[in-house]
Structures are given as structure tokens and as C-alpha cells.
């Protein structure tokens, strides 16, 4: 156990040039599976990008509707305020309270 190990030149670059070839092949090993990887992934990325964009058009849908039911709203109430108007020739008051209400709509609008 007291003999000292002894290498020649030959094989202290042997040794150098396995230790070189195995982290070569390690990395080589990491990179393909760092590529299959995101290969599994990239359906999912995909589908999350086409989901977001379908997220804001419904959004941008869902608050043109509810634009368009406020209008209708105010629209039916000055229509039925100008025919309960029509039919006894009171509720003026009603009426200008709709125009109030019409005039906020547009000026918000």
C-alpha cells in the first residue's frame, strides 16, 4: 500500500481526454433531453397561446354586449316613456328623467 502510483504522460492525457469525452457525452445526453422535453411541451404552449388570444376576443365580446344592452335599455325606456306620454299626456316628469338618462348615456358614450 506504500507504492506510489505512477502514470506516464501517455496516460495522464488518456485520462484527460476520457474525463473530456464524458462531460461531452453528459452534456450531449442533457441536450437531447432538454430538446424532448420542450418537444412535449410545445403543444401545450401553443394551445395556451390560442386560449389567452380566444380569452380576449370573448372578453372584448362579452363587453360589446353588455354596451349594446345598456343602450337597448335607455332605448326602451324613452320608448315607453313617450307612449305612456302619448296615451294620457302626463308624465312629464318621466320624461325628463329619461332624457337625463339619455343624455349621461351619450355624453358617457
Known amino acids: 500500500m506504500d507504492t506510489p502510483i505512477m502514470l506516464t504522460p501517455s496516460q495522464l ?3 484527460f481526454l476520457g ?18 422535453i420542450n418537444k412535449i411541451r410545445a ?4 394551445q395556451n397561446t390560442r386560449l389567452d388570444k380566444h380569452d380576449q376576443l370573448l372578453n372584448n365580446d362579452d363587453n360589446r354586449l353588455k354596451a ?9 325606456k ?13 308624465d312629464i316628469e318621466g320624461m325628463k328623467k329619461v332624457k337625463h338618462e339619455l343624455e349621461e348615456y351619450l355624453i358617457g358614450k
Open 13 to 15: 492525457i488518456g485520462l
Open 68 to 76: 349594446l344592452e345598456k343602450s337597448s335599455t335607455i332605448t326602451m
Open 19 to 36: 474525463a473530456c469525452g464524458a462531460v461531452v457525452a453528459i452534456a450531449g445526453a442533457g441536450a437531447v433531453i432538454v430538446s424532448f
Open 78 to 90: 324613452a320608448l315607453l316613456a313617450l307612449l305612456q306620454h302619448g296615451i294620457d299626456g302626463n
Open 43 to 46: 403543444p401545450n404552449k401553443l
